[in-house]
T-cell receptor, first 118, second 121 residues
Framework: EPEVTQTPSHQVTQMGQEVILRCVPI?????FYWYRQILGQKVEFLVS????????KSEIFDDQFSVERPDGSNFTLKIRSTKLEDSAMYFC????????????????FGDGTRLSIL | AQTVTQSQPEMSVQEAETVTLSCTYD???????LFWYKQPPSRQMILVIR??????QNATENRFSVNFQKAAKSFSLKISDSQLGDAAMYFC??????????????????FGQGTILTVHP
């Protein structure tokens, strides 16, 4: 069964540095998402992406964050200047379609990238 | 804004027994979708079961079933004949049926805090 893959599984970086988290969504999926989970807390929505643009973002997704689909397969989350509070597990998800393509298309999640800011 | 609440931080069950995980949500919408996701120690979030709010019939997937009470805004997950492999964190999630003006789905999931399920042999 096709899977969403994320790399790296664990990223350690110094505060203030830029970090790029990578995701390869399932190949026929059209909608892409990033979520984060701070240790011991709930999973929180960051951003959704469709047709090469952001369709929705949360208040967490400020100017330090950006997303990109640089080619036909990768979907990246960039944090420009990392802060200690960015330490979390980051999950990428994709779905085959939204409401226009069909109701209730489930999101498939990757294994996550654990980001540790020192 | 929608909120999802899982009031049980931890639950435990004996192997082969039945356990019910609770979830309540708050919304002003009449049409929406509800999901249960499982997150084992391997970390990947796996879809367990889903329910459309417009359907009165409770969803079932093998040993997993839900008790969807729309008026009470309750969406509990029942796991029958529990197995050791069911041990995981379980998240309840809500998704709006609304879309933006462009017709693309908002699509975002709003999660509860999670319930850690332990299965004892």
């Amino acid at each position: 069964e096709p899977e969403v893959t994320q790399t790296p599984s664990h990223q350690v970086t110094q505060m203030g540095q830029e970090v790029i988290l990578r995701c390869v969504p399932i190949s026929n999926h059209l909608y892409f998402y990033w979520y984060r989970q701070i240790l011991g807390q709930k999973v929180e929505f960051l951003v959704s992406f469709y047709n090469n643009e952001i369709s929705e973002k949360s208040e967490i997704f400020d100017d330090q964050f950006s997303v990109e689909r640089p080619d036909g397969s990768n979907f990246t989350l960039k944090i420009r200047s990392t802060k200690l509070e960015d330490s979390a597990m980051y999950f990428c998800a994709s779905s085959v379609g939204g409401l226009r393509e069909g109701r209730n298309q489930p999101q498939h999640f990757g294994d996550g990238t654990r980001l540790s800011i020192l | 804004a929608q909120t999802v609440t899982q009031s049980q931080p931890e639950m435990s069950v004996q192997e082969a027994e039945t356990v019910t995980l609770s979830c309540t949500y708050d919304t002003s919408e009449s049409d929406y979708y509800l999901f249960w996701y499982k997150q084992p120690p391997s970390r990947q979030m796996i879809l367990v079961i889903r329910q459309e709010a417009y359907k009165q019939q409770n969803a079932t997937e093998n040993r997993f079933s839900v008790n969807f009470q729309k008026a009470a805004k309750s969406f509990s997950l029942k796991i029958s004949d529990s197995q050791l492999g069911d041990a995981a964190m379980y998240f309840c999630a809500y998704r709006s049926s609304l879309s933006n003006a462009g017709g693309t789905s908002y699509g975002k999931l709003t999660f509860g805090q999670g319930t850690i399920l332990t299965v004892h042999p």
